[in-house]
């Protein structure tokens, strides 16, 4: 499909949905957790979608190998994935789906302020810096405040925290170092591929593998692996390469909304005032963050 120089209805739509999927899937991890211990459960899907992936990639012809100058690249940015999903699952299995996906998805918030130092032409704009701040205060408002009981861990909350920084730090090094030169799929190749490798190894220092699992926590874990991994994330992919970025990435802040809704919907999680407040300063300060700035109109002499 060629290129469009703004979200249309196909694009709308489809954002929308993969939101709704991405938030859909934070509460499918919760649930299978308590069947698979969460880094095992990370590992499996992993060490699944790269079977998924390389078959996808044979499919359309795309090369797996990559040059010896970028092996390191794909290395490190597999280790930092690894943490990402140690972090978010074992979030999940800690607290709440509504408090993780708030404090997850302030990811935008930490690349943006990463990025206008490491980032050339990439700075912060005094509207950008107005939604870091409302994003932030959003976040410490969700961390700080323990009045929802329950689920309200703190260590879960930090987990999460911990999993949005490792995001925006994996999004930076795709952005600086040469794996920026492959394919987007290969790069998604190699993150499954190392840390498949990664968390399969260290998972039994987390404990028993195996909790309780029954017929639907392994289709929950074939749905990760098919749906999420492989289809959303490319089907992702191939939307930024059709639409501008910034436009793909405003559409980032309905996750944490769908996910909170789900939380409250499906698991019957508790929506407190604290969650509510956190939510939208996160949702404001993410959709400033990502707005595109106005064209200039040239002034007539």
Known sequence: MTPKPHIDAFGAASLVGLALLL??????????????????????????????????????GMPVAIPRPVVPSAVLIGCVF??????????????TVSRASVIFYSMPVWLA???HFLIPGDRLTSRKALG???????????ILDRSDGGEASLLGDLCALGAAMSWALLVLLVKITPLRT?????????????????????????????????PIHYAALAFQIVVVVTFGFIFFLWLISIYPASG?????????????????????EQIGVSILGALGLVAVGIVLINRAPKAQVPQKV
């Open 132 to 142: 870091l701040v409302l994003a932030f205060t959003g976040v410490a408002w969700a």
């Open 82 to 95: 690894s943490v990402e999903f140690i972090l978010l699952f074992t979030a999940l299995d800690l607290t």
């Open 248 to 268: 793909v990435a405003s559409f980032s802040f309905l996750s944490p909304v769908l996910s909170v809704l789900l939380g409250w919907a499906l698991l019957g």
């Open 182 to 214: 492959v394919r987007p799929e290969v790069q998604l190749f190699y993150q499954v591929l190392v840390s498949g490798v990664l968390l399969l190894a260290v998972a039994p220092l987390f404990g028993p593998l195996f909790r309780d699992p029954q």
């Open 113 to 115: 302020l990463s990025a």
């Open 23 to 60: 938030a859909f899937n934070q509460v499918v991890i919760k649930v299978a957790n308590d069947a698979f211990q969460p880094v095992f459960f990370a590992g499996a899907r992993s060490a699944g979608a790269v079977v998924c992936i390389l078959l996808w990639m044979r499919w359309r």
